[in-house]
T-cell receptor
């Protein structure tokens, strides 16, 4: 079956612009996660959804970052007033329920802020 | 503060030999540990996990060992194959359902030499 998909695969933007990154989880998975991976680092947790609600958003670095999952399926990560330091690979993962279930990752969106 | 540490950024092993990847953690609240494998331009792929109530878990060529008192885990791959060449991430999750965010190490790049 289809895995987690993310669009776009690459995004180049200018400092100060607004970007949206999309994640389509595996069908039927109620839990969805966003992580960010900077060069030479491991993935860093941003936010976790259980259904439509954000169960844990403790990893969002500041209020320029926001994520939604209005219908409990597709999620969008929104970054306002982008900064060069936001450049990274943004990874999305999903799991069946979230309770100790394996998280399946998508290929990521590579964001470059010039 | 790096709560999950992979101190070897790279490792080269001859095909057919054993690969041993190490991981240390500092947070005593972690009680579930996972290994992910990552190829370039792809998302991390789940390999194997272990709960803190066990000290060993085996799945085919992959075995994970956990030493809770030393806060250390290792992944053994035997025999190593060329397709095992990838970056390996150790990840940990705290106890308690609902605490689903993974904390990752910085990864070890494994190269299998034919």
């Amino acid at each position: 079956g289809a895995g987690v998909s993310q669009t776009p695969s690459n995004k180049v933007t200018e400092k100060g612009k607004y970007v949206e990154l999309r994640c389509d989880p595996i069908s039927g998975h109620t839990a969805l996660y966003w992580y960010r991976q900077s060069l030479g680092q491991g993935p860093e947790f941003l936010i976790y959804f259980q259904g439509t609600g954000a169960a844990d958003d403790s990893g969002l670095p500041n209020d320029r970052f926001f994520a939604v999952r209005p219908e409990g399926s597709v999620s969008t990560l929104k970054i306002q007033r982008t900064e060069r330091g936001d450049s990274a690979v943004y990874l999305c993962a999903s799991s069946i329920t979230g309770a100790r279930e394996t998280q399946y990752f998508g290929p990521g969106t590579r964001l470059l802020v010039l | 503060d790096q709560q999950v540490k992979q101190n070897s950024p790279s490792l080269s092993v001859q095909e057919g030999r054993i690969s041993i990847l190490n991981c240390d953690y500092t947070n005593s609240m972690f009680d579930y540990f996972l290994w992910y494998k990552k190829y370039p331009a792809e998302g991390p792929t789940f390999l194997i996990s272990i709960s803190s109530i066990k000290d060993k878990n085996e799945d085919g060529r992959f075995t994970v060992f956990l030493n809770k008192s030393a806060k250390h885990l290792s992944l053994h791959i035997v025999p190593s194959q060329p397709g095992d060449s990838a970056v390996y991430f150790c990840a940990a999750k705290p106890e308690g359902f609902g605490n689903e965010k993974l904390t990752f190490g910085t990864g070890t790049r494994l190269t299998i030499i034919p």
